[in-house]
């Protein structure tokens, strides 16, 4: 069964780098019908797509969030990353990663399958 | 981009059906059939219930169904149970500026 696990610091200084892994097992992250993503939800508030990865590398951000965002893909670890850069306190929020199914995906295709159980990170001043 | 949206809250008796609506734009649900349903317990991750407006995941209860007509996308809970009471977001795939836009989530609450 496929798990997926984020880790990093649950708390971040203003104006400094926030950095998330998130670990896949029981599948390999190699996976040409599937994107990795990332996904945010602030207190009390809705879910914000911020990006996805492929495998080969390939991004997909979010526009309000490029100039800060970096996403990358380790296939010998089986894991991805997120880099915010420059946060406030409007980036504080639980941190998801997510498996999306492609369009080659056998079954589940463009929603969101698999979710990790999030992350709270916190911004403070 | 704006949010997907969604009424607050939505309450029913156990036994009842409720339906919680989902509604956009022709960017995105209206102009879709990639609308997903998701379900979301305290601390916990997300759920996939629903996925291309109809289907349902292998072990998702077929009290769980999905519709669309034009931009508003539907969710109904059948013969709602205790452990139906979460809160639930929409998606949908989007043409606008970010491919994925997600509702603003309403929460289910069983009487």
């Known amino acids: 069964q496929l798990q997926l696990q984020e880790s990093g610091p649950g708390l971040v200084k203003s104006s400094e780098t926030l950095s998330l892994t998130c670990t896949v097992s029981?599948?390999?992250?190699?996976?040409?019908?599937?994107?990795w993503a990332w996904i945010r939800q602030p207190p009390g508030k809705g879910l914000e797509w911020i990006g996805m990865?492929?495998?080969?590398?390939?991004?997909f951000d979010n526009p309000s969030l490029k100039s800060r965002l970096t996403i990358s893909v380790d296939t010998s670890k089986n894991q991805f990353s997120l880099k915010l850069s420059s946060v406030t306190a409007a980036d504080t929020a639980v941190y998801y990663c997510?498996?999306?199914?492609?369009?080659?995906?056998?079954?589940?295709?463009?929603?969101?399958?698999?979710w990790g159980q999030g992350t709270l990170v916190t911004v403070s001043s | 981009q704006s949010a997907l949206t969604q009424p607050a809250s939505v309450s029913g008796s156990p036994g009842q059906s409720i339906t919680i609506s989902c509604t956009g734009t022709?960017?995105?649900?209206?102009?879709?059939?990639?609308v997903s349903w998701y379900q979301q317990h305290p601390g916990k991750g997300p759920r996939l219930m629903i996925y291309?407006?109809?289907n349902r995941p292998s072990g998702v209860s077929t009290r769980f169904s999905g519709s669309k007509s034009a931009n508003t996308a539907s969710l109904t809970i059948s013969g709602l149970q205790a452990e139906d009471e979460a809160d639930y977001f929409c998606?949908?795939?989007?043409?606008?500026?970010?491919?994925?836009?997600f509702g603003t989530g309403t929460k289910v609450t069983v009487l």
């Open positions: 997510a498996r999306l199914g492609g369009l080659l995906a056998a079954s589940i295709k463009r929603a969101f399958d698999n």
């Open positions: 029981g599948g390999s992250i190699s996976s040409s019908s599937h994107y």
């Open positions: 990865i492929y495998y080969s590398g390939t991004v």
């Open positions: 022709s960017s995105d649900v209206g102009g879709s059939n990639y």
């Open positions: 291309e407006v109809t």
């Open positions: 998606s949908s795939y989007s043409t606008s500026s970010t491919p994925y836009v």
